[in-house]
């Protein structure tokens, strides 16, 4: 039976947990990969004379993960649109663990020569697409289910998932690499966090077996079948394509669209530069790894509780000055950040990743999950900030560690170039985020939808 949305609880147990713990699953596979191109996969796939050009190398296939989030977004937001967001989260997480526990399984250079990248690349591929619908369909859940005065709190909860996921894939990558001998690690030890992906997916979607279809998506079923009765299969192809939500969020949403493409650069490149490209940066210099690897998993644990609170501030505050606070924080912090890494006391090194993720970071992912979902509405939710979102993922997330790696060598091993990145991104996101309307007191997102399409 379907709840006014007025009505709607804010504590929904079962919806929390299958969104949060399967987005949990998908990130423990996501983020292990990142962990794993710093300080394996270059070496064992990847071999070669600089260490940094073989890092270059791993990041090449980790940013190949993200060229698939795109296409996820857009294949599982049309699926997601169409048949259910049920259906597209149990699906995200059946790949997401084949292509982990694969890539666990996967021969070294030394043992296929060429067919080992190429299938890594392959499977971290599968990763990016699997990811592309994931956390957009775990958001949209929440979102749906969401009291409208509490929107911001419940869409930044699969934020928690992916901090966790983070949390749990660094922890097993540090114990594997602190409790055994270098050389057992890089034999086979550190296969062992991507096998233990399949337990993990396993009692994901067991988790996630008994989740009902949101009201709203119901609603708009219903809608859809008394405008067109048993007509969709049997029309012409032409109509069929204009009718696609991938097409249909373009044309009747293009500036939401391009909003929802930019307002994440600050929180997509920070992420995996502060919590990605760091370590590699750290390793490659000669440098410490574990304090930064220890201050990943504790800022991991600080977010469970710093995203959700600037979620919850975001409909006190708005979205808009939540997010551009972040940014400006990230912003703030970029440059003194590596100084800290570089002094190798453990203290500092945390501190900078307090300011950069536990508070930059979080600001904005607390806040722009529920202000993605509401620039549309439900007949193009799922599909509109899954492609939009993704595509931004792509080009200031996915490409960062990448990026960041060939400025460090570009400009000498000098870290200015990355932090020119980084400030370029901090400001797409303040200039995007100030020009965009704010969304918090938007109610009636549906009817909102409907004009629209009117």
């Avoid at 990230?330 to 003194?336: L, T, V």
């Avoid at 806040?367 to 979902?373: I, Y």
Wanted: hydrophobic share 50%.
């Amino acid at each position: 039976m379907s709840t006014p949305t007025g009505q709607r609880p804010l504590f929904q147990p079962r919806v929390i947990s299958a969104a949060v713990f399967g987005t949990t699953v998908e990130w423990y596979d996501f983020a292990l990969y990142a962990t794993a191109a710093s300080l394996v996969f270059n070496k064992l796939y990847f071999p070669g004379g600089d260490p940094l050009v073989g890092t270059i190398a791993a990041f090449g296939t980790f940013a190949i993960g993200f060229l698939g989030r795109p296409l996820g977004g857009a294949y599982f937001g049309e699926l997601g649109d169409r048949k259910g967001r049920k259906h597209v989260l149990v699906v995200t997480l059946l790949l997401m663990g084949i292509a982990t526990t694969g890539i666990g399984l996967l021969p070294t250079y030394g043992a296929i020569g060429v067919a080992a990248p190429v299938l890594l690349t392959l499977l971290r591929f599968l990763q990016g697409f699997a990811a592309g619908g994931e956390k957009t369909g775990a958001l949209i859940l929440l979102f749906e289910n969401a009291p409208p005065r509490w929107r911001g709190l419940l869409s930044s909860l699969p934020a928690i998932g992916t901090g966790t996921g983070t949390l749990l894939s660094t922890g097993a990558m540090a114990l594997a690499s602190t409790t055994l001998s270098g050389q057992a690690f890089l034999d086979w030890g550190w296969r062992i966090p991507f096998l233990l992906s399949a337990v993990l997916t396993l009692f994901g979607l067991w988790v996630r077996r008994s989740l009902d279809e949101t009201d709203d998506f119901q609603q708009e079923l219903k809608r859809l079948a008394a405008e067109r009765p048993e007509r969709a299969g049997k029309e012409p192809l032409r109509r069929r394509l204009a009718a696609s939500r991938f097409v249909e969020s373009w044309r009747k949403y293009p500036k939401e669209m391009v909003i929802v493409i930019c307002a994440g650069a600050a929180e997509n490149c920070g992420y995996y530069v502060f919590g990605t490209f760091s370590v590699a940066y750290a390793a490659d210099s000669g440098l410490v790894t574990g304090p930064l690897l220890t201050g990943i998993m504790a800022v991991s644990v600080v977010k469970l509780v710093s995203v959700p609170l600037f979620g919850a501030l975001s409909d006190r505050w708005g979205r808009r000055p939540v997010s551009i606070l972040g940014a400006l924080v990230m912003a703030a912090a970029c440059y003194p950040f590596f100084r800290m890494v570089d002094t190798e006391q453990a203290w500092l090194i945390w501190l900078a990743l307090l300011l950069t993720l536990g508070i930059g970071q979080s600001a904005i992912l607390g806040s722009q999950p529920a202000f993605f979902a509401e620039l549309f509405g439900t007949r193009v939710r799922f599909t509109a900030v899954g492609v939009a979102n993704n595509i931004g993922t792509v080009l200031t997330g996915g490409m960062a560690p990448l990026l960041a790696s060939a400025l460090l060598l570009w400009f000498d091993h000098s870290i200015a170039g990355v932090v020119i990145f980084l400030l370029l991104t901090c400001g797409i996101t303040v200039v995007t985020v100030a020009l965009a309307r704010e969304t918090r007191e938007r109610e009636g997102v549906r009817a909102h939808a409907e004009d629209k399409v009117g």
